[in-house]
């Protein structure tokens, strides 16, 4: 399964994006699906992820304001990013991380190109 994202772009603070990932193959198999972010010489970090009995799990500096989706029926995962701030600013990748004792593991095998996510102040 190849992960494609899309929907990055440059936002003013305050404002919203919503990003997609399309799986070229079923994610219904996936429990887990999540949201990375990275910026220059940082790692990447996991910004939101969902299971597939609906819990979800988000980084303090993003609850509140971001929301993740998953739609097994059409192979996607959604980020909706409201009141973005200039520290949001990075590559947002889509993965499909394992799952173990509440923590998540991205799979390197699940990496897409990601998407740009630019906030301007």
């Known amino acids: 399964v190849q992960l494609v994202e899309s929907g990055g772009g440059l936002v003013q603070s305050g404002g919203s994006l919503r990003l997609s990932c399309a799986a070229s193959g079923s994610i219904s198999g996936f429990f887990a699906m999540g949201w990375y972010r990275q910026v220059p010489g940082s790692q990447r970090d996991l910004v939101a992820a969902i299971n597939s009995d609906g819990d979800t799990k988000y980084a303090d500096s993003v609850k509140g304001r971001f929301t993740i989706s998953r739609d097994n029926a059409k192979n996607s995962l959604y980020l909706e990013m409201n009141n973005l701030k200039p520290e949001d600013t990075a590559v947002y990748y889509c993965?499909?991380?394992?799952?173990?004792?509440?923590?998540?593991?991205?799979?390197?095998?699940?990496w897409g190109q990601g998407t740009q996510v630019t906030v301007s102040s």
């Open positions: 993965n499909a991380p394992d799952y173990a004792f509440g923590v998540y593991y991205a799979d390197p095998d699940y």
